[in-house]
C-alpha cells in the first residue's frame, strides 16, 4: 500500500495542515513560492470567529515553519467576496492602533485589504469588521479634478491616500465611527511617524542602500553623501534634502 509521507515542517505542506485543522476550508490555493495563498471558505462560516483561529494557527506555524525574511499573505475569501488578508512578516500591511472606542480600549486594526485603494476597513482585535475608512478622491483623479497619469499612479497613493494627516479628504462609516474619524486618523499617523522615526539607511547593506536611494531619487553615492551629512536616519534626511 502506499502512502504519502508529508514533511511537516516546510511551507508547502502548509495546505495539508490547514484543510485537516479547518473543515470550514473547501480549497487553497498556492502562489509560486510559497509565499501568498488563497483560502476559500464555505458559505456557512462564522466569520470573525474563523479568522481570528486562522491566524493564531498561521501566526504559530510561520514562526516556526516559515522564513523570517520572506513576507506571507493569505486572502480569505468566500465565493468572490474577499473576507480579509492576513499578513506575516510585513509590518507595514496595516496600521495598528489602540483607543478608546465605544465605551471601552479596543486594539484596532487599520487595513487597505484590497491594496493601494485608499479604501481601508476597521477590523477590531476579534477580526470583526467595525467599519470602513475612505478618501474622498477619486483614484482615477488629482484633487483639483485633473486626471492622474498612470505613470504617476504610485506617487499618487503615496501623496494622497496615504496621507492620515488631512481630516478633510477622509470618510467614515457606518455613522457611528464618525465622532472618531479624527482620533483614528491621529492615531494612524502617530503610528506611521513612529515607524519612519526608526528607519535608518544601511550603506553597507547594498539592497538597503539601492532602495533608499530609488525611494529618494537618489544616486546611490548621493544617498551616501546625505547619510553623511545627516546621519542614517530616514527622518533626518528627508528633512536635510527638502532644505
Do not use: C
Request: cysteine-free; aromatic content about 10%; glycine content about 4%.
Amino acid at each position: 500500500m502506499e502512502t504519502n509521507n508529508i514533511d511537516l515542517h516546510h511551507m508547502e505542506t502548509l495546505g495539508h495542515h490547514l484543510r485537516a485543522k479547518f473543515p470550514e476550508i473547501n480549497e487553497i490555493t498556492a502562489g509560486t513560492g510559497f509565499s501568498w495563498f488563497i483560502v476559500y471558505i464555505n458559505d456557512m462560516v462564522n466569520l470573525a470567529p474563523f479568522v481570528k483561529a486562522l491566524h493564531e494557527y498561521l501566526d504559530s506555524y510561520i514562526a516556526e515553519h516559515g522564513d523570517p525574511k520572506e513576507e506571507y499573505d493569505f486572502s480569505v475569501k468566500r465565493g468572490n467576496e474577499l473576507i480579509d488578508i492576513l499578513h506575516y512578516n510585513n509590518p507595514d500591511a496595516a496600521h495598528l492602533i489602540t483607543m478608546e472606542l465605544f465605551g471601552r480600549t479596543q486594539h484596532l486594526r487599520v487595513q487597505d485589504v484590497m491594496g493601494a485603494t485608499g479604501d481601508y476597513t476597521i477590523f477590531n482585535e476579534d477580526f470583526e469588521k467595525l467599519g470602513y475608512l475612505s478618501a474622498g478622491v477619486s483614484p482615477a483623479m488629482n484633487p483639483d479634478g485633473s486626471l492622474v497619469n498612470p505613470d504617476d499612479m504610485d506617487n499618487f497613493y503615496d501623496d494622497v491616500y496615504a496621507d492620515f494627516s488631512d481630516p478633510a479628504i477622509w470618510q467614515i462609516s457606518p455613522e457611528e465611527l464618525k465622532p472618531y474619524l479624527n482620533e483614528i486618523l491621529e492615531k494612524v499617523q502617530e503610528q506611521i511617524n513612529s515607524k519612519s522615526q526608526s528607519l535608518e539607511v544601511n550603506v553597507d547593506d547594498p539592497e538597503d542602500l539601492a532602495f533608499w536611494a530609488k525611494q529618494f531619487e537618489l544616486s546611490e553615492t548621493d544617498l551616501r553623501k546625505a547619510v553623511l551629512a545627516a546621519g542614517k536616519s530616514i527622518d533626518d534626511i528627508t528633512s536635510y534634502l527638502q532644505k
